[in-house]
């Protein structure tokens, strides 16, 4: 299989069949922007054409994981900028979450700094997330006037239950390492030159295993999460489109870049 292609996923095979991606745009914290975002809906798909994949990894480059959408981007959505336009909701654009579901080896989420948004997403809907300690995670859409239409509403619930759900996406609050691996939203904290390491051996280990009884179990264990996405995120994704329209979500962006505090109205 090719990876070429892809200028914002750094993609690397290596001969034991650990395929590491790695979100490459750290001049702006690995945040998303649609070119990435068109080459997330893809990667997944090719990953499953090649034979040689036994174990998925995924990080970031420099010292986030992804600090979510990319600001800038929605702003200049706001201004009419269609060449930089931020591209939600394009259709398909939530085929990034059924295509990690549908990611026949298991991936590991080597979460090595800041995860917010749609970069808590994608390490959540991972198999299994490692995190650096000095890791943050969390959905902040709130504060942008945002509805979280990009999975978190589903995600988190299924995690953590109703209320402490809420409680995050309502407020939009980050946490620590700690805290989310109490939670159970990392299922292990290391030291943060220790990270890529434990994440190696892990993969070497589950890549040790026979392959389909790896993916078929991972294939039963998402069953009831597959569910959840058909039921949840298709409502999301639609309100997240509303409140892109609302002032308060402009208000916002214009705040962010001004550095102030946002006046909103409710409308």
Known sequence: MDYEGYEFLKIALDDEGILTITLNRPERLNATHPPMLDELERIFHDINRDPAVHVVVLTG????????GDIKAMSDRNTGDEDHAWAIPKPGRHDIVRGLLALEPPIIAAVNGVAVGAGATLALFCDIVIASDTARIGDSHIKLGM???????????????LQKAKQLLLTGDLIDAAEAERLGLFSEVAPGEEL?????????????????????????????????????????????????????????????????PPQYTGR
């Open 61 to 68: 480059a420099g010292r986030a994981f992804c600090a979510g």
């Open 147 to 161: 509805v979280p239409g990009d999975g978190g509403t589903v995600i988190f619930s299924h995690l953590l239950g």
């Open 196 to 260: 890529m390491g434990r994440v190696l051996d892990l993969a070497r280990r589950i890549a040790a295993n026979p392959r389909l009884a790896v993916r078929w179990t991972k294939m039963s264990l998402n069953r009831r999460l597959e569910e959840e996405v058909l039921l949840g995120q298709l409502p999301a994704s639609s309100l997240e489109w509303l409140s892109l329209q609302m002032e308060d979500h402009k208000e916002a962006i214009r705040a962010y870049e001004e550095n102030r």
